[in-house]
């Protein structure tokens, strides 16, 4: 038993010793593991610290992300002219949404809302407001004047997000060229803003960019001058009955486009929603000067004589047969009086003889005649900024054969727009370079693209368009004493129904160079369908319907240029 | 020593503590400050924008030639033409006129 015990004893002992043993052994431990707990401290501690440093430095993480946000939405980039005007820019508004749970009194509040809101009805805010979402839209924008009367409604669940919305301080001016805008996503505090049509379009990105706020567009327009033709030429179309008109004034040495008219024009501040389907070009917001494809007549007659005095195939004073009628493929060309059996150059141009520019032409030949109308630009698609352009291919003959070289020389068989037409104008006149037309406000005064005719063929071109001032086709109109040079066309409208022309409906174009010695700007002005009814006889020509109204444009806008003071 | 050691350690560590909550709550003040200022900068801007819109608005220029023409017999404002681009010694000649007249 005692040796048993003592067994027991002795195991006991050893048990101890054991954990004694065991008991050093682990001490041992234990100071490494508090070293490392040490360690562990000191690092969470540093860390934090450098946490809480770093924080009272730099800005938190939530407040940066605020500001930013705040940034994004909305101040899309101002619109200014080339004198710094406003043409377009941003207010801040409010937007109005509802948490239709919240809402006590709803009917009350859907007939508060109804007189509030003339413009929408009584069912509209009914079936917005009587629902199950927990959120509806109610307006895109709100007046201060209306968000006072939606605070007197004294109902819960009605709020107010801010807003930025784009205005049009001008109202009508440049509205074709500015084009118009649309919210795009909507937040509660704040919407995206999208251009739709013109600048606003074709600069979206770039004036929506989030970074950089404080630039603008800057265009090549002046909103005075355009302001002043829109005037001179609404006022023209009102008393020549005309369906519709357009002008263009362009700096014929940068491509500059000083002033875009089209009518009928638009409120870009409450811009239409679309082009009527079956005829766009009755339609507001179509741009005439633009995606109007016209054939223009005899406009044209100018760049054949152009091509032949530079290729010395003739000068101004050669005798050209004019006996006609022309019969060429089928079709007989005349003129619309009879002018005797020939003709100089010069008098071609001054009287406007359709036989005398086909004979010119068929002296150049048809491929020849067609790369010079390309080398003017009458052929592709401008460059102009404006999204409309993309859309707009000018019209012309597939195939160049005598009969559509011989049509093409008096602007028939070919459709182009009167930017077209003003860029190859330009590039007659202003010393025979390609320029590009632009919206956008250029450093340089000056832009040389391509050569396509020599100097000295452009002052050809231009004592050519003086004399059909002087004493052809624009003879009794007053210039208010500038020297001007330019070309008339009359030209009948195709019948989209009948085929052929109609005979009464004609599109009547003037294009001008003013002052012509210098050759430095091009006018460029469309009527559809005119009538002049003002004396004992109605007229359609040019001469009577669109040349008085491009002189009183000349007139008023030439002085605004500052020019006049070169007086000799 | 080893105390003084430790203990210098721990009132450096509590006061490198009490500093970095005051910077920090400094910072934020600033901060918060800062916010204010370009919230206000903001609402300026804003302000200025809209005045800016409104005087373009008033300044448009189918306006400008109503007034022009309902004060005509104040004003007597023109529309500007060739014939009021004068050279140099024509404006001489016309300032001699004038003086004679006095």
């Excluded at chain 1, 859907?110 to 959120?135: G, H």
């Excluded at chain 1, 182009?416 to 340089?444: C, D, Q």
């Excluded at chain 2, 009132?11 to 920090?24: D, E, G, K, P, R």
């Amino acid at each position: 038993m005692q040796r048993k015990k003592k067994g027991n004893e002795f195991r006991i002992v050893t048990k101890y010793r054991n954990k004694d043993l065991n008991y050093t052994h682990s001490l041992g431990n234990y100071r490494f593991r508090l070293f490392l707990i040490l360690v562990a401290f000191i690092l969470a501690f540093s860390l934090i610290g450098t946490q809480m440093i770093l924080m009272a430095v730099s800005p938190t993480g939530e407040q940066a992300k605020v500001e930013v946000t705040s940034n994004k939405i909305g101040s899309r980039k101002e619109i200014v002219d080339r004198n710094g005007k406003l043409l377009a820019t941003n207010i801040k508004i409010n937007s109005l949404y509802a948490h239709p749970h919240e809402i006590i009194d709803k009917h009350m509040v859907i007939n508060d809302l109804a007189r509030i809101f003339p413009d929408q009805s009584l069912q509209f805010f009914q079936k917005k407001l009587i629902t199950e979402k927990p959120f509806v839209w109610l307006r895109k924008t709100i007046s201060p004047k209306q968000q006072q009367s939606v605070n007197d409604i004294g109902q819960p669940g009605l709020y107010f997000g801010p807003r930025e919305m784009r205005v049009y301080p001008n109202g009508k001016i440049a509205s074709h060229t500015l084009g118009g805008t649309r919210f795009g996503f909507q937040r509660v505090d704040g919407a995206e803003i999208l251009g739709t049509a013109g600048v606003e379009l074709y600069f979206n990105e770039f004036l929506g960019k989030p970074e950089d706020t404080d630039g603008e567009l800057r265009l090549s327009l002046d909103v005075t001058v355009q302001a002043l033709i829109e005037q001179i030429l609404q006022d023209g179309i009102g008393l020549m009955g005309a369906k519709g008109g357009s002008a263009v004034l362009m700096k014929s040495k940068s491509g500059e486009i000083i002033s875009l008219a089209s009518f009928p024009n638009f409120n870009p501040n409450e811009r239409p929603k679309n082009l009527f389907k079956n005829d766009p070009a009755s339609s507001p917001i179509f741009n005439r000067a633009v995606q109007g494809i016209y054939e223009l007549g005899s406009v044209f007659k100018i760049f054949p004589v152009a091509l032949a005095l530079e290729k010395n195939l003739v000068d101004v004073g050669t005798k050209v047969n004019i006996r006609g009628p022309l019969k060429i493929g089928g079709r007989r060309i005349s003129d619309h009086k009879y002018f005797g059996p020939e003709l100089t150059v010069e008098e071609v141009i001054v009287k406007s003889s359709n036989i005398g520019t086909v004979r010119i032409a068929n002296k150049i030949g048809p491929s020849n005649l067609k790369e010079f109308y390309g080398k003017l630009g009458l052929l592709n698609n401008t460059n102009l900024e404006l999204s409309e352009t993309k859309l707009t291919v000018p019209q012309s003959p597939k195939r160049w054969k005598k009969l559509e070289t011989a049509t093409a020389s008096y602007g028939h068989g070919i459709a182009v727009s009167p930017i077209h037409l003003a860029v190859a104008y330009s590039s007659l006149v202003n010393g025979g370079y390609k320029v590009e037309p632009t919206l956008v406000k250029r450093e340089f005064s000056e832009i040389r693209g391509e050569r396509v005719i020599s100097n000295k063929t452009s002052g050809l071109v231009k004592s050519l368009l003086s004399q059909v001032v002087t004493e052809g086709t624009a003879k009794d109109s007053n210039f208010g004493g500038y020297d001007v040079g330019g070309k008339t066309g009359t030209a009948e409208k195709p019948d989209p129904l009948k085929g052929g022309y109609y005979e009464e409906k004609v599109i009547s174009t003037f294009a001008s160079v003013f002052p012509i010695s210098t050759g430095d700007y091009v006018l460029v002005v469309t009527l559809d369908e005119p009538e002049n009814n003002l004396g004992s006889e109605s007229f359609r020509y040019a001469s009577k319907t669109v040349v008085p109204i491009s002189a009183k444009i000349i007139s008023r806008v030439a002085p605004l240029l500052g020019l006049g003071s070169e007086r000799e | 020593m080893r105390v003084m050691f430790q203990l210098m350690l721990f009132i450096s560590c509590l006061l490198s503590a009490v500093w970095a909550y005051q910077v920090n709550y400094e910072a934020r003040a600033i901060k918060r400050e800062i916010q204010d200022l370009d919230n206000k900068i903001q609402s300026v801007k804003n302000r200025i924008n809209l005045l800016e819109a409104e005087w373009a608005f008033l300044n448009r220029p189918k306006r400008l030639a109503r007034l022009v023409d309902e004060n005509f017999s104040t004003l007597r404002l023109v529309p500007i033409t060739r014939d009021h681009f004068k050279d140099s010694i024509t404006l001489e000649l016309i300032d001699a006129k004038k003086k004679e007249r006095e």
